[in-house]
């Protein structure tokens, strides 16, 4: 069963930084695409960046372009979102996936981690 698992989450000022990082195991699949998703509190989970399996190709949504930076290590499982110039309106919790290919809609990825809350106060 693949697992995900999600870590660097925190309470963070408005103009801050974070750094989510996302570890896959018992994944035997060779190339797969990462994702970031986030869902606030009473609102649907919504798409925040993906990779492709190269790490070569990324997709960002319009919200966090320009401030968001995501990036894999392909020989450590591991994917990264570089959260920079954060807003109050960035808090969700955030979750990583793995999918087929690159999409920006949750029912194109078949794993999910279990999330890690941001916060960004005012």
């Known amino acids: 069963q693949v697992q995900l698992v999600e870590s660097g989450g925190g309470l963070v000022q408005a103009g801050g930084s974070l750094k989510l990082s996302c570890t896959a195991s018992q994944l035997t699949a060779h190339t797969y695409a990462m994702g970031w998703f986030r869902r606030a509190t009473g609102k649907e989970r919504t798409f925040v960046a993906t990779?492709?399996?190269?790490?070569?190709?990324?997709v960002y949504a319009d919200s966090v372009k320009g401030r968001f930076t995501i990036s894999r290590d392909t020989d450590k499982k591991t994917v990264y979102l570089q959260m920079n110039s954060l807003k109050p309106e960035d808090t969700a919790r955030y979750y990583c996936?793995?999918?087929?290919?690159?999409?920006?809609?949750?029912?194109?990825?078949?794993?999910w981690g279990q999330g890690t809350q941001v916060t960004v106060s005012s």
């Open positions: 990779v492709d399996w190269s790490g070569d190709s990324t």
């Open positions: 996936a793995v999918g087929a290919r690159m999409r920006v809609t949750p029912e194109d990825y078949a794993y």
